[in-house]
Every structure is written in C-alpha cells, then in structure tokens.
C-alpha cells in the first residue's frame, strides 16, 4: 500500500510543480505581508487586499486549468484508493474482534 | 485340575521406587513445559493481534482525516479551475480574485498523504512473529 501511495502522492506532485510554475505567472506570489503567517492567511478573504492578476493570457490560463485537473485527477484516484483500504482495514478489524473475541479489549 | 501360577515378583528395592518416581515427575513437569510454553505463545499471540487492531484503528482514523482533506482539495480545486478560466474572459470583482488567491496558495500544495501506522506490521515482518498466528483465514487476510 505503501509503493502505491507513494507513487500517487509523487505523481500529484509532479503535477503540481508543473502547476505551481504555471501558477506563478498568473498570481502575483506575495500580495500582502500581513497575511504570510499560516494562522493569518485565511484572513485574507475578508480583507480589502488587492490582488493583481499577473497573466490573462488565455492559453497560460487555459494551461493552468489542464494541470490543475491533472491534480484534480490524482486526488480522486488517492482518495479512492484510501476508501479501499480504509474497507479493508474496517473488515480487518472486525474479524479480529470476532476471532479473538477482542471488542471488550 | 488347573493350577493358576502366580508371577512372583520380588520387593523393589528403594531404587525402583525412586526411578518410577522420577519419571512420573519428568512427566508432569514436561506435560506442565508444554502447557506453560503453548499458553505463552498463545499470548503473544493475542498481544500481536491487539497490536494490529489498535494500528489499523488508528489507520481508519488517519485515512478518515486524509479523504475529507484531500476531497476538500479537490473540491478547491474546481472552484479555482472555474474561476481560472473566467480571466481571460471577464473582469473578475477583488472578492473573486481574493478566493482564488486563497484557493491557490492554499489548496494547490501538497496532498494530505496517508502513511500507516507501522507497529504491528513491523514486528510481522521480523523473524518469525508470522508464525504466532495461528488463525489461517487470520493470517491470509493480514
């Protein structure tokens, strides 16, 4: 499970290099110093910050969009391949729980 | 007329007695050996079984919080997809420039990736630990 993960999470984040470097001609990288900080980001959708779209570019956007749904696409593959084990590991607990009587345990 | 021979046995002399005396005592302590050794293998056994459950439970858990962040993700990944291809079409308002900044500085990094508890795997994968379970369908599904 281990390989397949992380050839998923490798995968996504090849993608998403791709998609950072696209990225980072549409989005201006640094719009606000006040809103660095992890816990003061979120903030920034109730500010007024002004942010500056660098590129409107339609192919640059259009390419953007295509790694974007790249991610998109390894993400949806991640999370159903982590329901399938979280199955097996559900079934796997409860025939321990039955075959050595464990629920009180 | 039938005349019944009894065998005559002599009288055992105190060696005999203390001979019959230790094997009967090596028999016990063998049959009280194996009992002792069977038990305690029984309870590594359970030990290792408790183990695995506790990691896979903990595992469900983690898989749990790694699927609603990773669907969050994606879910803020079609947002800013929808909005990416609006820009070049039409003026975007600062709110909408505002989300989709947040939505690419934020959700766009890196996936919330599982990794499994490893206790209990570790210890299957040394030595002989395997052969502890006994249980086939058990040992067949881990």
Redesign the interface.
């Known amino acids: 499970?281990?390989d397949r993960?992380t050839n998923?999470?490798e995968t996504?984040?090849q993608y998403?290099v791709s998609?950072?470097e696209v990225?980072q001609q549409?989005?201006d990288p640094v719009?606000g110093e006040e809103f660095l900080s992890r816990e003061r980001?979120?903030l920034?959708?109730s500010?007024?910050?002004?942010?500056n779209?660098l590129q409107?570019?339609?192919k640059i956007?259009?390419i953007?969009?295509a790694y974007?749904?790249d991610?998109?696409g390894?993400?949806?593959n991640?999370?159903r391949m982590?329901?399938q084990?979280?199955e097996r590991?559900?079934?796997?607990?409860e025939?321990?729980?039955i075959?050595?009587i464990?629920e009180k345990? | 007329m039938e005349v019944h021979h009894h065998p005559h046995f002599g009288e055992k002399n105190i060696k005999e007695y203390l001979l019959e005396g230790l094997m009967i005592f090596l028999a016990v302590s063998m049959g009280f050996l194996a009992e002792n050794i069977r038990e305690n293998i029984q309870k590594h056994e359970?030990e290792l079984?408790?183990l695995?459950?506790n990691d896979?439970?903990f595992?469900?858990t983690k898989?749990?919080d790694?699927?609603d962040f990773?669907?969050r993700?994606?879910y803020s990944?079609?947002t800013?997809?929808k909005y990416?291809?609006r820009?070049?079409?039409e003026k975007?308002s600062?709110s909408v420039?505002?989300?989709?900044?947040?939505l690419?500085?934020?959700y766009?990094?890196?996936?919330g990736?599982?990794?499994?508890t490893m206790r209990a795997i570790t210890l299957l994968d040394k030595g002989d630990a395997f052969t502890l379970i006994k249980?086939q369908?058990?040992s067949d599904?881990?």
């Open positions: 499970m281990n993960s998923q999470y996504f984040r998403q998609a950072k990225g549409i989005f719009p980001f979120p920034i959708l500010s007024h910050l002004s942010i779209i409107t570019d339609k956007t259009y953007y969009g974007l749904m991610c998109r390894i993400l949806f991640y999370i982590l329901k084990h979280k590991a559900v079934r796997l607990i025939m321990l729980d075959e050595y464990l345990e | 359970r079984i408790i695995l459950r896979l439970k595992d469900t898989i749990n790694a699927i990773n669907a993700k994606m990944i079609d800013l997809r990416i291809y820009i070049s079409s975007l600062d420039k505002r989300k989709m900044f947040y690419y500085k934020a766009t990094g890196n996936v990736f599982f990794i499994p249980k369908v058990v599904s881990i």
